[in-house]
């Protein structure tokens, strides 16, 4: 993937609940910086897909997030409420409610909403988008992989052809799951669209997966995270401070988990975000009883192609991230009044960071 120092302008595809949200907030605000690598960047588009809550609510609340930010110049397309095949499973977990944001109410007013969406649907918008700029919209993919799968099955070659970086939150390493035993659940919610997906880019996407984000030298604290970041006052960090709140304490979690604006931190800032990362041919369990939905690494062959199949690297993988860049950049996001990411865009790394 050729990023170049052009301006990046980057679709963001989301099934919007608070971790994605958090994710959104920090790409807009981070249109204003200057990267490390010299790049400035501008979000075209919010595309929703089915995920944490029902498509119409991801788009609300999409909706919802920019009204908080003073953002409604940014569109908002609706995409996908089905995963590509019908699903043999039921999830009844409900983590994030029934509306995404765990039905906590007192949001923002969006008057008219359902006129606030773009008339056309996101798979269309992708591809119309790649082909005005061709080779210059990144994809930050931070739901199940249906609209940019249907994408590609629609439009093929001259979708494909034209796309930027692929960044993906989703999959898993080490066979840890959690919305089954051994899937995480971006990808269970839609298995053929994540294998079809990395069986087609022609480039490796970047793939942050659920482990390095559970990974205790990465994880903040709930304390930190409801006491500290949660102290800003801003409209966006109260509203997600009681979704968070809702849905954390409840269940007894010590830790925030936050895979999406991880991802998120990790395209701004990769030279300091990412202390580890590996190239691997990937794949994703279709069929597996127990393994429905795992990323499946190819550990033998590494670096080298197939000489049977012809199968290449086509992912990058994540394995580690730095906890104290990212409570930095997500303080930033959070209008904490002492931070500041000026360091991180000078330096790549501030000054007083040491990676974990």
């Not at 979708?159 to 990808?187: C, H, P, R, W």
Request: include cysteine; hydrophobic fraction near 40%.
């Amino acid at each position: 993937m050729d990023s170049g120092k052009q301006e990046r302008l980057v679709i963001f595809d989301c099934d919007i609940g608070a971790d994605d949200a958090w994710a959104l907030a920090m790409l807009l605000r981070a249109e204003s910086l200057s990267l490390p690598d010299g790049r400035r960047h501008k979000v075209i588009a919010i595309t929703c897909v089915q995920g944490n809550s029902e498509v119409e609510n991801g788009s609300l609340n999409a909706l919802r997030v920019l009204k908080l930010l003073d953002r409604m110049d940014v569109p908002v397309f609706k995409g996908c409420a089905l995963p590509l095949v019908p699903r043999t499973w039921t999830n009844t977990s409900r983590y994030h409610g029934s509306d995404g944001f765990k039905d906590v109410g007192d949001y923002p007013e969006v008057a008219d909403w359902q006129e606030q969406l773009q008339r056309e649907h996101a798979v269309n918008a992708m591809y119309r988008l790649v082909c005005q700029h061709p080779k210059q919209v990144d994809f930050l993919l931070c739901g199940p992989l249906t609209n940019f799968a249907n994408c590609i099955n629609l439009y093929d070659d001259a979708f494909l052809d034209k796309i930027g970086g692929v960044y993906m939150m989703g999959g898993n390493i080490y066979g840890q799951g959690n919305i089954t035993k051994s899937a995480e659940f971006n990808f269970m919610m839609d298995p053929e669209a994540a294998h079809s997906t990395l069986e087609r880019l022609k480039e490796p996407a970047l793939i942050l997966p659920w482990e390095p984000c559970c990974d205790d030298d990465f994880t903040p604290t709930l304390d930190w995270r409801l006491n500290e970041l949660g102290a800003g006052m801003h409209p966006f960090v109260e509203l997600l401070t009681r979704v968070e709140r809702s849905i954390l304490v409840s269940r007894g979690i010590t830790k925030w988990r936050n895979p999406d604006a991880a991802l998120t931190a990790a395209y701004l800032f990769p030279k300091a975000m990412i202390l580890d990362q590996s190239e691997y041919y990937a794949a994703v369990e279709l069929a597996g009883v127990h393994t429905r939905g795992q990323l499946v690494l190819d550990h033998l062959r590494g670096r080298k192609m197939d000489a049977i199949h012809g199968k290449k690297i086509n992912v990058r993988i994540i394995r580690r991230l730095n906890r104290e860049v990212f409570r930095t950049i997500i303080s930033w996001t959070g209008f904490h009044p002492q931070a500041s990411v000026e360091e991180l865009c000078k330096r790549g790394r501030p000054a007083n960071s040491q990676a974990n």
